[in-house]
Nanobody, 122 residues
Framework: QVQLVESGGGLVQAGGSLRLSCAASGRTYTMGWFRQAPGKERDFVAAISWSGGITYSADSVKGRFTISRDNAKNTVDLQMNSLKPEDTAVYYC??????????????????WGQGTQVTVSS
């Protein structure tokens, strides 16, 4: 069983930066970040392989968000720069057991954090 705890959310002005962190307990493999705005589905943001050598990002955040991990600390971070009001959402950390299924779908992840609110004001 894996437990995930996010931190680092908050309120920031457009153009600003935030860094989210996810602390995991238990063995983790591919991990990802998703976000969910009110009334919308939970959308893929970024994912990273166990080694950290392969990363994936949604087109909407490429060039602005960077995912990284520290396996010694069992943490995954999401550095968010040049934030926009449309980035406002609850951000969730996710982990999954080894599988070859797509990393882009929330349903393919087995463990979730409680979420952290990110609000970007214009």
């Amino acid at each position: 069983q894996v437990q995930l705890v996010e931190s680092g959310g908050g309120l920031v002005q457009a153009g600003g930066s935030l860094r989210l962190s996810c602390a995991a307990s238990g063995r983790t493999y591919t991990m990802g970040w998703f976000r969910q705005a009110p009334g919308k589905e939970r959308d893929f943001v970024a994912a990273i392989s166990w080694s950290g050598g392969i990363t994936y990002s949604a087109d909407s955040v490429k060039g602005r968000f960077t995912i990284s991990r520290d396996n010694a600390k069992n943490t995954v971070d999401l550095q968010m720069n040049s934030l926009k009001p449309e980035d406002t959402a609850v951000y969730y950390c996710a982990a999954r057991n080894p599988t070859s299924s797509s990393i882009y779908y929330a349903g393919r992840y087995d463990y979730w954090g409680q979420g952290t609110q990110v609000t970007v004001s214009s």
